[in-house]
């Protein structure tokens, strides 16, 4: 049973930083790669960034470019994703993910396992 479980987010002003954190457990971690999704109240899930199963990696939607920046300890069975320079915009409940299947980056539509998400809130 693969279990997800996102910790870090807060109510923070904009220009401010989060480290969002995401602990998997279930199955081998360092075998597939992990993401991090946001929704926003109204609008559909979508994709933030993504990094490869061993690290070296990273994918990140255009949004977030340059302020954000997505890492994993294999060691720790954890996933990071440091947000900086936050904007009101980036206000949202993000999600983890991991790859359905080892050694692969899936399509934005294809992610297999879900945390339960954690609150991002950027005040003006």
């Known amino acids: 049973q693969v279990q997800l479980v996102e910790s870090g987010g807060g109510l923070v002003q904009a220009g401010g930083s989060l480290r969002l954190s995401c602990a998997a457990s279930?199955?081998?971690?360092?075998?597939?790669?992990m993401g991090w999704f946001r929704q926003a109240p109204g609008a559909d899930r979508e994709f933030v960034a993504a990094?490869?199963?061993?690290?070296?990696?990273?994918y990140y939607a255009d949004s977030v470019k340059g302020r954000c920046t997505i890492s994993r300890d294999n060691a720790k069975n954890t996933v990071y994703l440091q947000m900086n320079s936050l904007k009101p915009e980036d206000t949202a409940v993000y999600y983890c993910?991991?790859?359905?299947?080892?050694?692969?980056?899936?399509?934005?539509?294809?992610?297999?396992?879900w945390g339960q998400g954690t609150q991002v809130a950027v005040s003006s």
């Open positions: 993910a991991s790859a359905r299947r080892q050694y692969s980056i899936p399509a934005v539509t294809d992610w297999g396992f």
């Open positions: 990094i490869s199963w061993g690290g070296s990696n990273t």
């Open positions: 279930g199955r081998a971690f360092s075998s597939y790669a």
